[in-house]
């Protein structure tokens, strides 16, 4: 399995209060570290490091710009 690290995000997680800038540790499909923890492991050997200063990571944003049930686009 790969490891990624996507380094420096701003991580916003309203329903657990967290909004902080960290990292988050993806081992294969599985989270396994994340926020100033997961910052402050820096990155292990092997792995694949992304620079995600200035950007956001929180859960369920996922196709921001889907319209579900917009007029006319009921056949996609």
Known sequence: MSTTVFERARIVDPSRGIDEVGS???DGKKIVAAGKAALNQGVPEGATAIDCAGK???????DGRVFIG???GEHR
Do not use: F, K, N, S
């Open 56 to 62: 956001a990571i929180m859960p369920g944003l996922i």
């Open 24 to 26: 988050v540790i993806v």
């Open 70 to 72: 917009e007029p006319g």
